[in-house]
């Protein structure tokens, strides 16, 4: 399609002669589509700016400086440096830094650099709770330190423009609740320092939580960045990220993945026009109670915060996280938390981490079954035992045929009666009523029972018990087996 013709259905479209006035910015001369998504104009806490596109680099081997001026040719005007992301020391950081006040010299685009050191700083610094989030932090506990770092800027000598940096995860309603929280926290911080003329240089922005993010299954990734882009635009993000699908696995990502992380800002932005109102959640009772919620409770925990000393904010910090954190891995390995692919409907395909995320600096939700299902060379055949009518025993046959296949199982279901038990070997599981559990007995090498009924020697897997546990029990009987 050439931009004429883009031009006429957009007229087309708005019932308008002159669509310049719907536009963040110009035509790109001699470019065949729309530039809808980019907003070169500053932004303050009220009123929002609608988000330009953004572009975050997700590999090392992706960063290359002399394709920026082509990028903001096509319409991306944020790009996002994050060295921890892209696992780089701080002399490869700096390096990168250096070729990037070259290449950004002469482009129409802003820089934004996560966390930034001591020095200088190239682009713009954006400031984030990532070391706590890694550690599995809550978000009442995020709020509260991003809060503590606007307080610390406000007082600063001269306090620069900055952007504040949220992680947005798989809650919708919470994550818009979340960066409303932030926002307000941080306007009442300048006014209570009689400094409310800053929160014109204040840019918030919107970021996917990689602790959300599978390997397997990981076209769902795709679903928990639109999630994210989606909430940070109805929380009135001045800037929103997407992260690419494929972000987990070894290599360059795909070109598909890199296309999609622009395309899903262009569908929100643009055709759901969800930046366009200021606040989209006012109003609204859930998320304006949602909103108070955190307030009320990250408040506290930033006043008691800014009295510690940094050894002891560290370690408060840590052991708050950590503990968080630990309840939501309970609830991932009991399946209370499901992640498709990950502890349920898993898929069969066999797929590989990259080395950057195999390193103990986070936590994610998947990384346990995910390491314990990749160390399995070989996972054992599982034969499922049916005893009773399919009608019903289906939905307990489902559960039983699941619950090893999260490990890489292949199973396979047999029909059987108590008078002629078939001759099984290796590992066996029996699917039968309740009433029948007591004529059961143990067949093959390891023998498990689905259901509650205590059946010595079989073992019992049952809705709500420790999952990843009893696959770990499972794939060591196996290796030692082997």
Same mark, same amino acid.
């Given at each position: 399609?050439?931009?004429?013709?883009?031009?006429?259905?957009?007229?087309?479209?708005?019932?308008?002669?002159?669509?310049?006035?719907?536009?963040?910015?110009?035509?790109?001369?001699?470019?065949?589509?729309?530039?809808?998504?980019?907003?070169?104009?500053?932004?303050?806490?009220?009123?929002?700016?609608?988000?330009?596109?953004?572009?975050?680099?997700?590999?090392?081997?992706?960063?290359?400086?002399?394709?920026?001026?082509?990028?903001?040719?096509?319409?991306?005007?944020?790009?996002?440096?994050?060295?921890?992301?892209?696992?780089?020391?701080?002399?490869?950081?700096?390096?990168?830094?250096?070729?990037?006040?070259?290449?950004?010299?002469?482009?129409?685009?802003?820089?934004?650099?996560?966390?930034?050191?001591?020095?200088?700083?190239?682009?713009?610094?954006?400031?984030?709770?990532?070391?706590?989030?890694?550690?599995?932090?809550?978000?009442?506990?995020?709020?509260?330190?991003?809060?503590?770092?606007?307080?610390?800027?406000?007082?600063?000598?001269?306090?620069?423009?900055?952007?504040?940096?949220?992680?947005?995860?798989?809650?919708?309603?919470?994550?818009?609740?979340?960066?409303?929280?932030?926002?307000?926290?941080?306007?009442?911080?300048?006014?209570?320092?009689?400094?409310?003329?800053?929160?014109?240089?204040?840019?918030?922005?919107?970021?996917?939580?990689?602790?959300?993010?599978?390997?397997?299954?990981?076209?769902?990734?795709? +679903?928990?960045?639109?999630?994210?882009? @989606? !909430? $940070?635009?109805? /929380?009135?993000?001045?800037?929103? &990220? #997407? =992260?690419?699908?494929?972000?987990?696995?070894?290599?360059?990502?795909?070109?598909?993945?890199?296309?999609?992380?622009?395309?899903?800002?262009?569908?929100?932005?643009?055709?759901?026009? +969800?930046?366009?109102?200021?606040?989209? @959640? !006012? $109003?609204?009772? /859930?998320?304006?109670?949602?909103? &108070? #919620? =955190?307030?009320?409770?990250?408040?506290?925990?930033?006043?008691?915060?800014?009295?510690?000393?940094?050894?002891?904010?560290?370690?408060?910090?840590?052991?708050?996280?950590?503990?968080?954190?630990?309840?939501?891995?309970?609830?991932?390995?009991?399946?209370?938390?499901?992640?498709?692919?990950?502890?349920?409907?898993?898929?069969?395909?066999?797929?590989?981490?990259?080395?950057?995320?195999?390193?103990?600096?986070?936590?994610?939700?998947?990384?346990?079954?995910?390491?314990?299902?990749?160390?399995?060379?070989?996972?054992?055949?599982?034969?499922?035992?049916?005893?009773?009518?399919?009608?019903?025993?289906?939905?307990?046959?489902?559960?039983?045929?699941?619950?090893?296949?999260?490990?890489?199982?292949?199973?396979?279901?047999?029909?059987?009666?108590?008078?002629?038990?078939?001759?099984?070997?290796?590992?066996?599981?029996?699917?039968?009523?309740?009433?029948?559990?007591?004529?059961?007995?143990?067949?093959?090498?390891?023998?498990?029972?689905?259901?509650?009924?205590?059946?010595?020697?079989?073992?019992?897997?049952?809705?709500?018990?420790?999952?990843?546990?009893?696959?770990?029990?499972?794939?060591?009987?196996?290796?030692?087996?082997?």
């Amino acid at each position: 399609m050439t931009q004429q013709k883009w031009i006429d259905l957009l007229k087309k479209e708005l019932k308008v002669d002159d669509p310049t006035r719907f536009l963040r910015r110009e035509w790109a001369p001699g470019h065949g589509h729309s530039l809808l998504a980019t907003d070169c104009r500053p932004a303050g806490i009220l009123p929002s700016a609608t988000p330009a596109l953004s572009l975050t680099w997700s590999q090392r081997d992706e960063v290359r400086w002399g394709e920026v001026a082509e990028l903001v040719r096509l319409g991306v005007w944020d790009f996002i440096f994050d060295p921890w992301l892209l696992g780089l020391s701080a002399g490869e950081t700096q390096a990168q830094l250096a070729e990037a006040s070259a290449a950004l010299s002469g482009v129409e685009a802003r820089l934004w650099v996560v966390d930034p050191g001591p020095g200088p700083v190239v682009g713009r610094p954006l400031y984030s709770a990532r070391e706590a989030h890694a550690q599995g932090a809550p978000g009442s506990l995020e709020l509260a330190l991003l809060v503590l770092k606007v307080a610390r800027w406000a007082q600063s000598p001269q306090p620069q423009e900055i952007g504040v940096a949220l992680y947005l995860e798989r809650e919708f309603f919470f994550s818009i609740a979340k960066l409303r929280a932030l926002k307000l926290m941080a306007l009442s911080v300048l006014e209570r320092l009689a400094k409310p003329e800053l929160a014109a240089k204040l840019s918030f922005v919107a970021r996917v939580s990689w602790r959300e993010f599978t390997a397997f299954d990981a076209s769902n990734n795709i +679903l928990r960045t639109s999630n994210a882009v @989606a !909430a $940070g635009l109805m /929380a009135g993000a001045h800037v929103v &990220e #997407a =992260l690419p699908f494929d972000l987990l696995w070894p290599g360059p990502s795909s070109e598909a993945a890199r296309r999609l992380c622009l395309t899903t800002q262009l569908i929100l932005q643009n055709e759901s026009t +969800l930046g366009e109102v200021q606040d989209p @959640a !006012a $109003g609204s009772f /859930a998320i304006e109670e949602l909103t &108070e #919620a =955190l307030i009320q409770e990250s408040w506290p925990c930033f006043q008691q915060l800014s009295q510690l000393d940094e050894e002891s904010r560290s370690a408060q910090v840590e052991a708050l996280s950590r503990a968080h954190f630990a309840t939501l891995a309970k609830a991932m390995h009991t399946r209370r938390l499901v992640q498709t692919g990950v502890n349920d409907f898993p898929q069969a395909e066999r797929v590989l981490l990259a080395e950057r995320w195999q390193r103990t600096d986070h936590v994610r939700l998947a990384r346990d079954f995910e390491e314990l299902r990749l160390a399995l060379v070989a996972a054992p055949k599982v034969t499922l035992l049916r005893l009773g009518d399919s009608a019903s025993l289906e939905a307990r046959l489902n559960f039983t045929r699941n619950f090893f296949e999260l490990l890489g199982c292949a199973t396979e279901t047999l029909v059987v009666s108590l008078e002629d038990p078939p001759p099984v070997t290796g590992v066996c599981a029996w699917v039968a009523r309740d009433e029948d559990h007591a004529k059961l007995t143990a067949v093959g090498e390891r023998c498990y029972l689905a259901g509650r009924t205590a059946v010595a020697p079989l073992i019992n897997i049952f809705a709500g018990m420790d999952v990843l546990a009893a696959l770990r029990d499972l794939a060591q009987w196996h290796q030692e087996r082997l």
